[in-house]
């Protein structure tokens, strides 16, 4: 028991990337087991279908790899490119869509540990509640 709290304990130094402020960016167990906030980012990314233009992977389509963007944009310019979009190109702005103003930080948590490598593509899990969307 006391080995495998220290093993979970590991995890979540090793995978948790942390800004200023002590709480992490978002927390991963598996690869795809993640806390709440950054489980709401996936959803909003499934309910606005970003993967229409930017792969279901993250990984490009018609619009850039965000696994490669997340690593040189702000949280700032993340934000600012969500909401705001790119005019004059095919990134519409999201600031009418309220699920996205509701989990713009969820959103970036969950792109930033894609993009670390650190959550892997597809389904995800909730870590408090095991097998609850594994099917
Ligand atoms: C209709 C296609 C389309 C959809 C849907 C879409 N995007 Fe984009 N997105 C693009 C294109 C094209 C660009 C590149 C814009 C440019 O040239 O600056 C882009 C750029 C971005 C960038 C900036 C990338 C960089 O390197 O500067 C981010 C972040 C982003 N999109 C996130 C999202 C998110 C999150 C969603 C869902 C809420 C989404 N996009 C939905 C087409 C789309």
Redo the contacts with the bound molecule.
Sequence with gaps: MKSKNFFFAGLLLASSMTIADDSPLYTVVDGDKVDAKTFAGWKT?RA???E???GAKQEGL???S?ID?MK??SKDE?KK??LEG?PG????P?NEAKT?VDNIDN?YAF?KGRSDGAIQPGRLQLIQDPGAESK
């Excluded at 190109?89 to 519409?92: E, G, I, L, S, W």
């Design positions: 990314w606005m279908a970003c229409r233009c930017h018609v619009g850039p965000l963007s040189k944009l993340f490119t969500v790119r190109t095919a990134m519409a999201f996205v959103l792109l």
